[in-house]
């Protein structure tokens, strides 16, 4: 910007300061190396400008943000009757857009239609967006109607649109009626997914995206990675990893920081610290994610360690970096604001300890505040297929053999000492139906399930949405040493590594 500064100076000792094609350039350049103020003096000592330079600006505005200097000053443009173009058009709808500012678009797609340009394909592209951003769907709908049948970018606007508001099944429709879909159409859909919470359909999209042959970018690789993260899909995660080595997509930050998430929230993270230390480019979104990590694995001191070693680097913390930090301090439970979990623990404890009008109590102030309890869910990833369980779930095509060897389990665990926390169901019913009751949590059908379903002393690893409760945690720690498995589960609060008859968590969790 400083060479910028100098150039302008000899153009103004040369008298050049009105040329407009010179003036073009300029604030274009200035825009460019985010210098909108210094592009906005330069605009104001143009003489007569032209719509040329009104764009430029409108450009400059929209590339920094300014979407409200964006629209006023195209406002103004057409006061002092410049007539614009359809490029001047296209910038101050995606100001619009960005914007949330229907009215004022409303307004801009009059004058294109008064000077003959709403046929032009970008500003069909631009007021699709503005409609969609603005839940004006109808109206979005309308302009894509006027599109060239198979236009996949115009589909992947709409796909975009309707996922932003979660309107999921009109996002299918869109998407299922594209001929030939290109790589950016597949993503948006999968990070649609993602974004909602769907995280086995974006799987699933993701394989067929392979079976059509399409071949993912960077912002796929991403997304998928995301989707892995919050179902502990581990084998597909790795093979991901080497799906970015094999064809060379860059292991920037954004993809280093996503493959350290999804190895330390999937349970590994010995890969993750191995792909942090293989990064060439840092940033404290990579830091944020490796710390996270730790203090998610009960790695307290080196989540500490990493922190100080960042701060050294010069790279400024941000909130997340705090978050990570104090969790590692605190070793991870939370002070936010009581979630469901929260109020249903503090009921139990009152009820374990016979103080049945409080446990009542919190249970009442639940119901009133519209809390409903979260159903547990837990989910096991085999053969790259994401299995998941509910409470006494029956879904399951091979729920026969996995009831069989719930039934199995608890014969040997019995034999090996373990005695079921009854008094942990809270509810008035005999001994045998209360134990029964504890064993079909959802991580016990899904640890049943890897039991049967992979091979003799590998790891199986548990992704659950809620806490472990104290009789599972007992089980599962008897049940390693009996199998001579390594059993990690994810729940709600952290990680657990149960390993020869022990928690990694020292029993605190």
Not at 69 to 90: G, H, K, N, Q, W
Not at 179 to 184: A, C, E, I, M, N
Not at 252 to 264: E, Q, R
Not at 304 to 321: A, D, L, S
Request: glycine share 6%.
């Amino acid at each position: 910007m400083n060479q910028v500064q100098s150039l302008h100076a000899k153009i103004i000792r040369k008298g050049q300061e009105h040329d407009p094609f010179i003036v073009f350039e300029l604030i274009r350049v200035c825009s460019n190396f985010n210098s909108i103020d210094h592009a906005s003096k330069v605009f104001q000592h143009a003489q007569n400008p032209n719509v040329y330079l009104h764009t430029a600006l409108i450009d400059g505005f929209v590339l920094s943000g300014s979407y409200v200097d964006a629209i006023r000053l195209f406002c103004e443009m057409v006061y002092e009757s410049v007539i614009p173009d359809a490029y001047a058009i296209t910038s101050v709808l995606k100001a619009c857009g960005s914007q949330l500012a229907l009215e004022e678009g409303k307004q801009v797609h009059g004058q294109a239609l008064k000077l003959g340009l709403s046929s032009n394909r970008l500003i069909r592209m631009k007021l699709m967006e503005l409609y969609g951003k603005c839940g004006e769907f109808e109206d979005a709908q309308q302009v894509y109607a006027e599109m060239p049948e198979g236009d996949v970018v115009a589909s992947t606007v709409m796909i975009t649109c309707y996922l932003d508001y979660k309107f999921i099944n009109e996002a299918i429709g869109v998407f299922n009626r594209v001929l030939v879909r290109d790589t950016v159409c597949w993503t948006a859909m999968i990070d649609g997914f993602v974004r909602n919470g769907e995280f086995n359909r974006a799987l699933e999209l993701f394989r067929e995206m392979q079976e059509d042959d399409v071949r993912p970018n960077e912002v796929t690789v991403v997304c998928v990675l995301s989707a892995c993260s919050q179902l502990g899909a581990l084998e597909l995660g790795r093979w991901l990893h080497f799906y970015i080595e094999k064809y060379g997509i860059k292991l920037n930050h954004v993809v280093g920081g996503a493959l350290i998430s999804m190895y330390s929230r999937c349970g590994d993270i010995d890969e993750a610290w191995r792909v942090f230390d293989g990064l060439k480019e840092r940033d404290v979104t990579t830091y944020n994610s490796m710390i996270s990590g730790l203090a998610m694995h009960g790695k307290s001191i080196e989540a500490i360690e990493m922190f100080r070693g960042m701060m050294k680097q010069g790279i400024r913390p941000n909130n997340i970096t705090f978050i990570g930090v104090l969790n590692a301090c605190s070793h991870g439970v939370d002070c936010g604001h009581a979630d469901s979990s929260t109020y249903i623990l503090l009921s139990n404890v009152y009820a374990l300890s016979g103080r049945w009008k409080e446990a009542a109590k919190v249970r009442a102030k639940m119901e009133e505040s519209g809390m409903l309890k979260e159903p547990g869910c837990s989910s096991i990833e085999v053969n790259n297929e994401i299995h998941e369980f509910l409470l006494g779930d029956i879904r399951h095509p091979q729920r026969e053999v996995i009831y069989k060897k719930l039934k199995d389990l608890n014969r040997v665990l019995k034999l090996e000492g373990y005695l079921p926390s009854t008094e942990m169901v809270l509810h008035d019913m005999e001994d045998e139906q209360k134990e029964w009751a504890l064993a079909i949590h959802s991580e016990r059908l899904a640890l049943s399930y890897g039991l049967i379903s992979t091979t003799p002393h590998t790891t199986l690893r548990i992704v659950k949405n809620l806490r472990v409760c104290n009789d599972c945690h007992s089980m599962i720690k008897l049940l390693s040493k009996i199998t001579r498995r390594k059993i990690v589960v994810r729940d709600r609060n952290r990680f657990h590594h149960f390993e020869n008859g022990a928690c990694s968590c020292g029993d605190y969790w």
